[in-house]
């Protein structure tokens, strides 16, 4: 569950679309629901990271070109803790520092890894059509 630290507002907020590439000889995988492509594409740690470090998260499936649901689209954005708190101690500079650290660590910490392939490859991109 999203943290509740909008007192101050909130800021920040980002889209991000994640889209299978299609090399025309593997099918993509579809979803049933978001939380199936959530733990298709993000480690455990990577999801509670979100969870934690956002104020606000709306998840969404998005259908490709034939109607199938084989994207996913996150919005977040986040509160502040207050003034005097320092950017890295605030909510976006946790997110960045916890995923920044998952990754160091190991890639597959963020964005899991299956039979030492990395799921299909997902390219992801920061959009401005936000969910909310």
């Known amino acids: 569950m999203p943290n509740s630290d909008d007192t101050y507002g909130t800021y920040n907020k980002q889209t991000i679309m994640h889209t299978q590439n299609d090399d025309g000889s593997t099918a993509l995988t ?11 594409i993000y480690s455990t740690e990577a999801l509670a990271v979100y969870n934690e470090c956002a104020t606000t998260i709306q998840w969404a499936l998005v259908a490709d070109g034939d109607g199938n649901n084989t ?3 996150v919005t ?3 509160g502040t803790k207050g003034a005097g708190t320092d950017a890295a101690d605030d909510w976006a500079g946790q997110f960045n520092a916890r995923r920044t650290a998952l990754q160091d660590a190991d890639p597959s910490n963020w964005i ?9 490859s997902f390219t992801c ?3 401005s059509s936000h969910l909310f």
């Open 112 to 120: 899991i890894i299956q039979d030492q392939i990395w799921k299909p």
């Open 125 to 127: 991109t920061s959009i």
């Open 30 to 40: 579809t979803f049933a629901n978001v939380a199936a492509a959530q733990a298709y």
């Open 76 to 78: 977040i954005d986040f």
């Open 71 to 73: 994207g996913l689209k």
